[in-house]
């Protein structure tokens, strides 16, 4: 099955605001404790409604990262474990943060070539390829492994966080992953607009569990290290 290379779903811009939030606290651009400026200075500095912000402010609260102080304003708390979806997502700009947003190349449920990892119980699975952004800026590719012993999807089912994707369209949730992160080259099928074919870059293997022994989604990234960079926090 093959489609036509567009995107289907992207969050709300309430929720891309704040998931925008949430990266720059995790990325310590936002700091535990710091007073947020007034709400129409921080539309004005986010370039959206204060309407919007407003909503963005409600979930990041909703999501225990908001102090509010009547008569003083908006404080940041930092949460102790990851509270966005993009919690797994581990690139960032290299001054920290960014918000990641993807558009899809191709959509393709096809056997299993005998060079990947193995992984599922299937023959098939699911080939998502996409160009990964960070506040508009293209830094990486995908190429997103999903075996069809959890589900198929189509172009239809996809929203901006795939791991969302999992759990409101086939019902399970990604409980762990396991990165190896190594150099490598841009693959044969990466757009001329984002780099050269072969060119060296970043290269990350993962591996995704649900609650299951074997691993249900296998994904390669190539990401362009003078625009991004691969973070893993410990805490």
């Not at 720059?24 to 710091?34: S, V």
Request: net charge positive; aromatic share 10%.
């Amino acid at each position: 099955m093959s489609s036509t290379p567009k995107y289907a779903g992207a969050l709300p811009k309430y929720i891309q605001l704040s998931e925008l939030i949430i990266r720059e606290i995790d990325a310590g651009r936002l700091m535990d404790g710091e007073r947020l400026p007034p709400e129409r200075e921080m539309a004005r500095a986010y370039g959206t409604s204060i309407g919007t912000l407003r909503k963005a402010l409600a979930d990041l609260d909703t999501k225990g990262l908001l102090r509010r102080v009547q008569g003083s304003g908006n404080y940041i708390r930092k949460a102790q474990s990851p509270a966005g979806l993009y919690a797994m997502f581990r690139l960032e700009l290299l001054d920290g943060g960014g918000l990641p947003t993807a558009d899809v190349l191709s959509l393709d449920v096809v056997e299993k070539p005998q060079d990947l990892p193995g992984f599922g119980q299937s023959a098939y699975a699911t080939r998502i390829r996409r160009t990964r952004f960070l506040n508009a800026v293209a830094i990486a590719l995908e190429e997103i492994w999903l075996d069809a012993g959890v589900g198929t999807l189509n172009l239809n089912m996809l929203s901006e966080s795939l791991y969302q994707t999992y759990l409101k369209r086939l019902h399970f949730w990604i409980t762990r992953a396991e990165d190896r992160v190594s150099i490598g080259q841009f693959p044969p099928w990466t757009p001329e607009a984002i780099a050269p074919r072969g060119a060296p870059c970043g290269y990350i293997e993962r591996f995704s569990w649900t609650e299951a022994e074997a691993p249900v989604e296998f994904s390669r990234t190539w990401f362009d290290p003078a625009r991004a960079v691969y973070v893993q926090r410990l805490k």
